[in-house]
């Protein structure tokens, strides 16, 4: 029905341009549409949602998720905007998958990333994954310029779980 432009009747606007969808569907799919639609709210009476903070493939991407048609190619392009946006329209079942993705590629390259990610967005297994990544197989020496930048910018609790961790993990010689 959304590839075909049947009964479509609303229009999202993104940052860089706009998208038509059905509000039965994203209503069924976040508690956060349905209040949309639900109540005299500005989305329900001109028909429009603004989701200025979503690129237009991103935003098309979630509607792809949400209606069953994406493909895992765009689903891993887009995953981080993707989580972001299940947990901001409370999307449960699509902020799992979105986890799920990202422990399975931790890396040098992303763990810090992640693990910011993980404490953003309250990803427990995430967390949990990267902790494992960065103390138990001692990778968090392969980080000492990052580090600083990391810690700078981190929440003061996420810095006392990573310092706990430290010191559960070390072993002196």
Sequence with gaps: MLSESIQIDVTIHTSDGNLRAHKAVLSATSPVFASMF?????????????????????????????????????????????????????????????????????????VLERLHEAWLYRLARLKKACMSYLFKFGKIHDFKDDIDVFFRQADRELMVKMFHEMLAAWKPI
Excluded: P
């Design 38 to 110: 639900l109540h005299d709210l500005r989305e329900n009476q001109s028909s429009t949602i603004d989701i200025n903070d979503m690129s237009l493939g991103s935003c098309s991407a979630l509607l792809g998720y949400i209606n069953g048609d994406i493909n895992q190619d765009e689903f891993w392009k887009h995953r981080v905007a993707l989580l972001a946006s299940a947990d901001k329209y409370d999307i449960t079942d699509l902020k799992n998958c979105c986890e799920e993705s990202l422990v399975e590629d931790i890396g040098l390259e992303n």
